[in-house]
C-alpha cells in the first residue's frame, strides 16, 4: 500500500534551472496538493487540485506551476529556480468524508537546495 | 499570518511523563486536526475534532477543543521516547472546501528516556 509517492527524494538545483516534482496516490482520492515547509513558518499550501482537471492557487504560489495529469498523479513545476525556493516540499491528497472530514495523507517529502 | 499557532514551540520532558501542547486558531472551523511529522518525514494525521465535539480520545491521545476561545489541546498520556516528533495542528475552515485546511508551526517534542 505505497499511499503517496513523490520524487525526486533530493535535488540540488542552480539558480535559473527547471525542474518538476513528481507526484502520484494510489487510494483513489479527489483532492491533492502540494506544500512547502520551510524553518519557523510550518506548511504553506503553494497549489491544489480539487478534482481531475481542476487546479487553483495556494498561499504561495509564485514561481511554481502545477499539472494534474489524471486522478492519480500532480506535478509541480519550477520553472526558473531561485535560492527562496530551497525548502521541502511535500505532496498530499485527500477525500473528503463526513466520518474523515478532510484528513489529508503526505508524501515523504523531496527536499530541494536551490544554489 | 498563520491560521493555527501551537504553543509550546518547543517541550522537553521525562519519559513517561504527559506531554500538553496547544492550537489557538483565529477564525470559526468545521473541524481541527492535528498531525505528527518525525524527523525526515512527512505528517502523519493523528486525531480529529469536529466543532461540535468537546473531547476525543484515540489511545494514549485526548484532544479538547474550545470553540469559544478558539483553541484545542493536545495531551499525550505516559510518554515514550517513540514520541519525539513535531505535532502540527490544521484547521478546516467553515465555507471553504478541501483546499483550506491550514496548519500551523508546531510544536516540537523532545521525550528524554
Known amino acids: 500500500n505505497a499511499g503517496v509517492t513523490q520524487t525526486p527524494k533530493f535535488q540540488v538545483l542552480k539558480t535559473g534551472q527547471s525542474m518538476t516534482l513528481q507526484c502520484a496516490q494510489d487510494m483513489n482520492h479527489n483532492s491533492m496538493y502540494w506544500y512547502r515547509q520551510d524553518p519557523g513558518m510550518g506548511l504553506r499550501l503553494i497549489y491544489y487540485?480539487?478534482?481531475?482537471?481542476?487546479?487553483d492557487k495556494g498561499e504561495v504560489p509564485n514561481g511554481y506551476n502545477v499539472s494534474r495529469l489524471n486522478k492519480r498523479e500532480f506535478s509541480l513545476r519550477l520553472e526558473s529556480a531561485a535560492p527562496s525556493q530551497t525548502s521541502v516540499y511535500f505532496c498530499?491528497?485527500?477525500?473528503?468524508?463526513?466520518?474523515?472530514?478532510?484528513?489529508?495523507?503526505f508524501g515523504e517529502g523531496s527536499w530541494l537546495t536551490v544554489v | 499570518s498563520q491560521q493555527g499557532e501551537e504553543d509550546p514551540q518547543a517541550l522537553s520532558i521525562q519519559e513517561g511523563e504527559n506531554a500538553t501542547m496547544n492550537c489557538s486558531y483565529k477564525t470559526s472551523i468545521n473541524n481541527l486536526q492535528w498531525y505528527r511529522q518525525n524527523s525526515g518525514r512527512g505528517l502523519v494525521h493523528l486525531i480529529l475534532?469536529?466543532?461540535?465535539?468537546r473531547e476525543k480520545h484515540s489511545g494514549r491521545l485526548r484532544v479538547t477543543l474550545d470553540t469559544s476561545k478558539k483553541s484545542s489541546s493536545l495531551l499525550i498520556t505516559a510518554s515514550r521516547a517513540a514520541d519525539t516528533a513535531s505535532y502540527f495542528c490544521a484547521t478546516d475552515l467553515l465555507n471553504f472546501g478541501n483546499e483550506k485546511l491550514t496548519f500551523g508551526t508546531g510544536t516540537r517534542l523532545t521525550i528524554i528516556p
Open positions: 487540485s480539487a478534482s481531475e482537471g481542476t487546479t
Open positions: 498530499a491528497s485527500s477525500l473528503r468524508t463526513l466520518s474523515s472530514g478532510n484528513t489529508i495523507y
Open positions: 475534532i469536529r466543532s461540535n465535539e
